[in-house]
């Protein structure tokens, strides 16, 4: 399979199997549509209408060179990986969110945990620290003693350090004979429960050295609470921290609200610049969110950039059909619009040398994932587990508060398979929209809690999210080729 597309001037031709990328001419672009339907007499007689000062040795030159290609396994490439998908293993676990805290010290209109504590949309009306039975994938599952396990301080919303020094311990012994091991402290709002975070972190590396493990720590955070100290621990043990800035003030007040009502952006905006400008060089992100209200999100991302930020990531907003701030496919020729002229931007602002990095433009064409990563994404359920407050095991943060979602706890671990298999089941070739996409090599089939809330089912396709990645997956491609 092939995916071939203008963009900027660049005709490019990708194929999917084999990930080869060309850029190419007009003529080698039509020819290469036009070959595997089409005879070599019919290719060279279209061809020549069209291109009359082309002759018939350059077309069968051309024609010669796509051959070659073709057999070296670069253009129109047979997939060999769904051998792989289906002798797949079982994984053991390399990441945890930790959901330190469900309190949150904003009230954010887009918020998928539901403004300043996280919902339970369970149907007995319980909140989301408390468990009751449910029904996993793999049949009914009594999950009350879960809750008689979990020994943190969830009912406040609050993890305690006994919870987090257990989930770090239950990583540990869950991890199999992987060493780089990778722990999000999120929430609600994390540094709500920052003396907790300080603590698991203490005790994560005092297990290094006895487990061979290492430890990678991501922070997100809204930026209420920064202070020096915060600065300073981030700054010593974080790999990467995620600042949450939506743009421009009036977007980023509009929906990134304090509870009192007031608008956040003078608050957090110089606390960002001071830890970023402290860590010297060291990862993290401004995260944006767009939603119907910003539409026209480049200026915010140009906004973010002339702040003095370098390191930008812009995602659509999360939320469930109808609700207010909601995306829908009539919003894509929009949102396209915008993929595109960022891409121009960047292309100008880097001649003029004064760069930034888009995080959904990041491409690694000679490296990247592995290729069970490529095909089964982020692990979700299997590899990766959400931990809440009171240690309850979720799939990932997105699930957390959908009780039939809950897996387990920390103590007890695991306790339904059948979830964890159904998690496992979810890849490229699982589903048959990303069996003939091409760009199923790049997305890995997608966010499965995108596909649970837009179709009901993890396995389901969120076509919406689809058409946006494929935007910006045709817009990375084409910064590459125009890197050279």
């Known amino acids: 399979m092939i995916h071939t597309y203008k963009l900027r001037g660049y005709n490019i031709v990708l194929d999917a199997a084999s990930g080869s990328i060309h850029s190419v001419d007009d003529v080698a672009y039509d020819v290469i549509n036009m070959y595997e339907h089409n005879s070599g007499h019919e290719v060279i007689r279209r061809m020549s209408e069209k291109y009359p000062d082309v002759d018939e040795q350059e077309i069968n030159e051309l024609l010669s060179d796509i051959e070659e290609l073709k057999n070296r396994g670069k253009l129109f490439s047979a997939d060999a990986f769904a051998g792989i998908a289906a002798s797949k293993k079982e994984k053991p676990l390399k990441a945890l969110c930790l959901n330190v805290s469900h309190l949150c010290n904003m009230n954010c209109g887009y918020c998928f945990a539901g403004g300043s504590m996280y919902r339970d949309t369970g149907e007995d009306g319980e909140t989301v620290h408390k468990s009751s039975d449910s029904k996993g994938s793999g049949g009914d599952v009594d999950k009350r003693h879960i809750s008689s396990s979990a020994k943190g ?12 020094v257990r989930a770090i311990d239950f990583l540990v012994e869950n991890s199999g004979s992987l060493k780089n091991l990778d722990v999000d402290f999120f929430g609600g709002e994390p540094l709500l429960n920052w003396g907790v975070i300080k603590g698991v972190v203490k ?6 050295a006895e487990s061979g493990k290492r430890f990678r720590f991501t922070l997100t955070t809204n930026g209420l609470l920064i202070d020096d100290d915060v600065i300073d621990f981030t700054n010593k043990e974080m790999h990467n921290v995620v600042l949450s800035l939506d743009g421009r003030p009036e977007i980023h007040d509009a929906l990134r609200k304090l509870p009192n009502g007031v608008g956040s952006y003078e608050t957090v905006l110089p606390k960002f610049k001071m830890l970023v400008q402290a860590r010297r060089g060291k990862g993290y992100y401004i995260r944006s969110t767009f939603t119907q209200d910003n ?10 950039a002339d702040t003095g930020f ?3 990531s812009m995602e659509p907003v999360v939320s469930k059909h109808g609700e207010p ?7 894509l020729p929009a949102i396209c619009e915008q993929y595109e002229k960022l891409a121009a931007e960047m292309l100008a602002r880097r001649k003029e040398g004064r760069g930034f990095s888009f995080y959904h433009y990041l491409l ?15 692990g979700v359920g299997t590899e990766y587990l959400a931990v809440t407050p009171s240690g309850e095991l979720y799939p990932c943060h997105q699930f957390i508060g959908e009780k039939r979602f809950i897996m387990g706890d920390v103590w007890l671990g695991v306790v339904d398979s059948g979830l964890r298999d159904e998690f496992g089941a979810c890849d490229i070739y699982s589903r048959d929209e990303c069996r003939v996409c091409w760009a199923r090599m790049y997305c890995s089939g997608g966010c499965a809690a995108n596909a649970y809330h837009a179709t009901g089912s993890v396995a389901g396709v969120y076509e919406l999210g689809c058409e946006m990645f494929k935007k910006r997956m045709e817009c990375a491609i084409m910064l590459k080729v125009a890197a050279g």
């Open 153 to 164: 301080s969830g009912d406040t919303g609050l993890m305690s350090l006994e919870t987090g």
């Open 203 to 208: 005790h994560a590396r005092s297990k290094e």
């Open 295 to 304: 539409l026209d999100f480049l200026s915010d991302i140009l906004h973010i």
């Open 310 to 312: 370098t390191e930008l």
């Open 325 to 331: 701030n909601g995306l829908s496919t009539d919003d």
């Open 364 to 378: 690694d064409l000679t490296g990247g994932p592995c290729v069970h990563k490529r095909i089964a994404g982020c």
